[in-house]
């Protein structure tokens, strides 16, 4: 039971009660009860009946809306101020919850006793509809604007997984590019080289990606003409590839219609400007080789000397040089020529390797490629092995940073 002098004071405070008589505040005091509450208990549910006018003592507690992440908070009320109180005049069910913020003393006072009270004083009925009224808007206002904000962070979340939605399509699309430009990369590599009874073939190719720019071919142009050829593109991605693979269609269709390896850079380098823009540069050497003479007529577009072993062990660089194709509008390569003789080796490759570097950044370099074509020559397949094997030892557990290709021709002994 409510201190009943204390009670009747605190409902003079209540605006809507304000103008009834002594008599009636301590009429209704007496008809009222204290009642305590924990923080965070529930004093009623949205959606409850209850006609009850509850008057905060001590506290403060909380009028939400909604339930879980839709719940909305239309305002907290603290000692002095009072809630419930439209239940008395509809005699609805509860339109928000009430829940206790803090641990909260409250005044409850039964929505008929004062509901009669009112009904003895119409003035003060009609003043308490007017602010009943104004509240009620209040809380529409307060409800709308956190509608407005829950829909606002409803659009923010919803613009975030159409973004992730988006980076996921992307990534799909990038991986499927990457896979196609792979599957185009290794059918442009040969399966298997031409093995002939005084020359030995053997490539391999590594990029440093999915993708790289790096290519080897031999070319059969006759019985015993073939064409050698490594390129390295500028780039990577798809894009690379197909010019990789446009650049290699070129040489092969130019290089079987004659046997010229100057005319064959040259007409390569014009188609591939009538196709595109010189903004991917290919440098390339590209000879033939007479199976049966040994001799090597060749051209170097702008890419790494080639090196040439000897029965001895000497590692001598291969002489010309000349500009890129699809660097420029003009190209500038000189043809020349030379002959292998038993047990020399001719060996082409990209500077991806000799550029890899070991963890302190220091470059494998040309001085230690020529330190492994130095050693015993067994075979074209055994020397690409050991000049990989060295490339890697050398780098370590650095990452690849290049990509990488060889080329070799070997005259047996």
């Given at each position: 039971m409510a201190d009943t002098k204390a009670t009747a004071t605190l409902l003079r405070t209540v605006p809507f009660l304000r103008g009834l008589s002594g008599a009636d505040y301590a009429?209704?005091?007496r008809r009222s009860r204290e009642r305590a509450f924990k923080a965070g208990k529930m004093i009623f549910r949205e959606g409850s009946q209850g006609t009850t006018l509850w008057i905060i003592k001590d506290g403060e507690v909380d009028i939400v809306k909604g339930r879980g992440r839709d719940e909305v908070t239309l305002v907290t009320r603290r000692a002095g101020e009072f809630f419930g109180e439209m239940g008395i005049i509809e005699g609805t069910k509860r339109s928000a919850t009430t829940r206790a913020h803090t641990d909260v003393t409250l005044i409850e006072v039964p929505g008929d006793v004062v509901m009669k009270t009112l009904l003895k004083h119409p003035p003060v009925l009609l003043e308490t509809t007017r602010r009943?009224?104004?509240?009620?808007?209040?809380?529409?206002?307060?409800?709308?604007?956190?509608?407005?904000?829950?829909?606002?962070?409803?659009?923010?979340?919803?613009?975030?997984?159409?973004?992730?939605?988006?980076e996921i399509v992307e990534k799909k699309r990038l991986e499927?590019?990457?896979?196609?430009?792979?599957?185009?990369?290794?059918?442009?590599?040969?399966?298997?080289?031409?093995?002939?009874?005084?020359?030995?073939?053997?490539?391999?190719?590594?990029?440093?990606e999915?993708?790289?720019?790096?290519?080897?071919?031999?070319?059969?142009?006759?019985?015993?003409?073939?064409?050698?050829?490594?390129?390295?593109?500028?780039?990577?991605?798809?894009?690379?590839?197909?010019f990789m693979a446009l650049t290699r269609a070129l040489v092969v269709s130019e290089g079987q219609r004659q046997e010229h390896p100057h005319l064959v850079a040259s007409?390569?380098?014009?188609?591939?400007?009538?196709?595109?823009?010189?903004?991917?540069p290919v440098s390339m050497f590209y000879g033939v080789?007479?199976?049966?003479?040994?001799?090597?007529?060749?051209?170097?577009?702008?890419?790494?000397?080639?090196?040439?072993?000897?029965?001895?062990?000497?590692?001598?660089?291969?002489?010309?040089?000349?500009?890129?194709?699809?660097?420029?509008?003009?190209v500038q390569v000189d043809e020349r020529?030379?002959?292998?003789?038993?047990?020399?080796?001719?060996?082409?490759?990209?500077?991806?390797?000799?550029?890899?570097?070991?963890?302190?950044?220091?470059p494998f370099g040309v001085n230690r490629l020529k330190a492994v074509l130095a050693s015993e020559v067994r075979s074209a397949g055994t020397l690409v092995d050991s000049v990989f094997a060295a490339v890697?030892?050398?780098?370590?557990?650095?990452?690849?940073?290049?990509?990488?290709?060889?080329?070799?021709?070997?005259?047996?002994?």
């Amino acid at each position: 039971m409510a201190d009943t002098k204390a009670t009747a004071t605190l409902l003079r405070t209540v605006p809507f009660l304000r103008g009834l008589s002594g008599a009636d505040y301590a009429a209704l005091a007496r008809r009222s009860r204290e009642r305590a509450f924990k923080a965070g208990k529930m004093i009623f549910r949205e959606g409850s009946q209850g006609t009850t006018l509850w008057i905060i003592k001590d506290g403060e507690v909380d009028i939400v809306k909604g339930r879980g992440r839709d719940e909305v908070t239309l305002v907290t009320r603290r000692a002095g101020e009072f809630f419930g109180e439209m239940g008395i005049i509809e005699g609805t069910k509860r339109s928000a919850t009430t829940r206790a913020h803090t641990d909260v003393t409250l005044i409850e006072v039964p929505g008929d006793v004062v509901m009669k009270t009112l009904l003895k004083h119409p003035p003060v009925l009609l003043e308490t509809t007017r602010r009943l009224s104004s509240n009620l808007r209040q809380a529409d206002t307060k409800m709308i604007q956190g509608l407005k904000k829950k829909n606002a962070e409803l659009q923010r979340a919803y613009k975030a997984l159409q973004q992730a939605q988006d980076e996921i399509v992307e990534k799909k699309r990038l991986e499927r590019e990457l896979e196609l430009a792979r599957e185009l990369q290794d059918s442009l590599l040969p399966r298997e080289l031409p093995s002939l009874p005084g020359l030995q073939f053997a490539g391999r190719s590594r990029p440093a990606e999915a993708v790289g720019g790096d290519f080897y071919d031999v070319i059969p142009i006759r019985s015993n003409l073939f064409g050698l050829l490594i390129a390295s593109i500028a780039g990577q991605g798809l894009f690379s590839a197909i010019f990789m693979a446009l650049t290699r269609a070129l040489v092969v269709s130019e290089g079987q219609r004659q046997e010229h390896p100057h005319l064959v850079a040259s007409n390569v380098h014009r188609l591939l400007l009538q196709l595109a823009k010189p903004t991917m540069p290919v440098s390339m050497f590209y000879g033939v080789i007479d199976a049966r003479e040994g001799t090597v007529t060749y051209v170097n577009a702008g890419h790494t000397a080639p090196l040439v072993r000897s029965a001895d062990g000497s590692v001598a660089a291969l002489a010309g040089a000349g500009t890129q194709l699809a660097a420029s509008l003009r190209v500038q390569v000189d043809e020349r020529s030379t002959t292998l003789q038993a047990g020399q080796t001719l060996v082409l490759y990209t500077d991806g390797l000799t550029r890899t570097e070991n963890p302190a950044g220091e470059p494998f370099g040309v001085n230690r490629l020529k330190a492994v074509l130095a050693s015993e020559v067994r075979s074209a397949g055994t020397l690409v092995d050991s000049v990989f094997a060295a490339v890697d030892a050398h780098r370590g557990e650095a990452a690849q940073r290049y990509d990488q290709a060889i080329l070799v021709a070997h005259v047996k002994d």
